[in-house]
């Protein structure tokens, strides 16, 4: 089943417009997927016309993730660095939307766990990979990472592997390569499963 229509548009879009007015920045649609990009105060709201309507009945809170865009040279949808991406399915009908916001270091979004308990979690992963706070949602201690971990790894700066990474107390970690170690499931040349490496 596809998205109900009104008219030549998506019924979605068309209440979200509604709710928020001048609040929906944008309206994307990329290879039949269609994206909504709004005002980062006003994410809860368009959630929730999204999840509250009997009509569209988006209660299936898919996934949020980041995005840092610090890098990217090509046309963007929002000007702030960072994106976070709402993934919304309707059981109803079947449809799935997405939505953006833009956010950059010292901003907060607001927290989803109110509207969606799943929303707890992917929030928490967005602030330990990206440092994006949901006000809200804010966290005490790592999620994912280990306590003395410095820094969010999935941000474009961050170092990669190979490179030596530095933690908290002026320290640095051991590059990839100094601890690498072999395992059964290794793949390169006379060692996949030989008896040196699993003992087979």
Known sequence: MAAPMAGEERLDVVKVR???GDALKKVKVDRDDTFLCVERDRIVDAIKALKDDPELDYSYFAECLGVDYSAWPHERDLEERFEVV???YSLKHHARIFLKVGVNDGQTVPTLKHVFVGAEFPEREVWDLFGIVFAGNEQTQRFLL????V?????KEFPLGGEDVLFDKGEHGPAVEDISRPHAGESF?????TEEVSGR
């Open 18 to 20: 509604e709710a928020l």
């Open 86 to 88: 709402y993934n919304l």
């Open 146 to 149: 280990p306590d003395d971990w």
């Open 151 to 155: 820094g969010f790894p999935l941000r």
């Open 189 to 193: 040349p006379g060692k996949t499963g």
